[in-house]
């Protein structure tokens, strides 16, 4: 079964740190772009950060660049995003997903691998 599970989610104050792994299983993840989306209660979902299958390309939303990191270990099957200087407005539920396109921009659920999700909260 292909499957991406986040982790890591949690509170944390304004100006803090978080990292969330995301764990894939049931396909060749080396074959997919890894992303990263975000959807905040009443906005729309945001598409965070993206990795190309050898780790080489990445793009970021203007939103996060210079804050946020993408990372992958294809030996282990896992992204990772970690996440500097956290603000407020970065609150939302984060998702990882697989896609068979670069940049990974656009996609959408039903389309690609997603996982369930993780929440982040951001303090002020």
């Known amino acids: 079964q292909e499957q991406v599970v986040e982790s890591g989610g949690g509170v944390v104050e304004a100006g803090g740190t978080l990292t969330l792994p995301c764990q894939a299983s049931?396909?060749?993840?080396?074959?997919?772009?890894m992303g990263w989306f975000r959807h905040a209660p009443g906005m729309e979902r945001e598409g965070v950060s993206c990795?190309?299958?050898?780790?080489?390309?990445?793009l970021y939303s203007d939103s996060v660049k210079g804050r946020f990191t993408i990372t992958r270990d294809n030996a282990k099957n896992m992204v990772y995003l970690q996440m500097n200087s956290l603000k407020p407005e970065d609150t939302a539920m984060y998702f990882c997903?697989?896609?068979?396109?670069?940049?990974?921009?656009?996609?959408?659920?039903?389309?690609?691998?997603w996982g369930q999700g993780t929440q982040v909260t951001v303090s002020s």
């Open positions: 997903a697989a896609g068979g396109r670069w940049p990974l921009w656009g996609l959408v659920p039903g389309r690609g691998i």
């Open positions: 049931g396909f060749t993840f080396d074959a997919y772009s």
């Open positions: 990795i190309n299958w050898n780790g080489e390309s990445t």
